[in-house]
């Protein structure tokens, strides 16, 4: 793919990113987030963040398996995203839910598990997004910005607890999330060990 293909691909993925925010914007305009347009807000946020975080996990499976090195140069953008959303899915229980009630948030984080452990995911969120650009990968060298980054896969996990943990009867969802994540894993799992293995071979 050129540059100029590349290009139009951002443009298009930018503005389909963008598509859930829009909806969401609309249906508030209109009043129809329904009877606790709060947990509205909260939940579809919650969903794009993790929708995201997955799709930017699959870019190096997708290249590894195609061949191709586009999804990688969108990859980026799509982790940006997960986060952007992470922000507004945040600042929906910030503001909306707790008002600002610093010492009612710190409750709901130590005593509600499924609190517990998207907090943390957000807080990882923030160093990975903080160096997600391209002088920030030179200033901390590409071993140390590797090392960082893999903390998408354990935010990943915990974005997927904190679904589970969340919902009470229908598991439907969560148990798809849980399934492409565990799928992605896997892939990268085989890579590692079919690398170590072909490296012990070549040593023989």
Request: charged share 15%.
């Amino acid at each position: 793919m050129d540059d100029r293909s590349l290009r139009s691909l951002k443009i298009v993925v930018f503005l389909t990113a963008l598509i859930p925010l829009a909806l969401l914007l609309i249906a508030a305009w209109q009043d129809d987030l329904g009877a606790n347009p709060i947990e509205k807000i909260t939940h579809n946020t919650g969903y794009w963040t993790l929708t995201f975080l997955l799709i930017s996990l699959s870019a190096t499976p997708l290249r590894q398996i195609s061949g191709v090195n586009w999804p990688i140069r969108l990859r980026r953008m799509l982790g940006l995203f997960a986060f952007f959303y992470a922000c507004l899915h945040f600042s929906t229980y910030l503001v909306l839910d707790q008002f600002f009630d610093w010492a009612a948030i710190g409750k709901d984080i130590l005593k509600r598990p499924y609190i517990t452990i998207g907090f943390a995911a957000f807080v990882l969120l923030i160093p990975l997004a903080a160096t997600s650009t391209n002088a920030m990968q030179r200033r901390l060298g590409g071993k140390n910005w590797k090392r960082l980054h893999r903390l998408t896969y354990f935010i990943a996990v915990a974005g997927v607890v904190h679904f589970v943990w969340l919902v009470k009867k229908d598991l439907s969802r969560p148990l798809l999330f849980a399934a492409v994540l565990a799928f992605l894993l896997g892939i990268r799992l085989f890579k590692h060990f079919r690398t170590r293995a072909d490296r012990a071979y070549s040593s023989i």
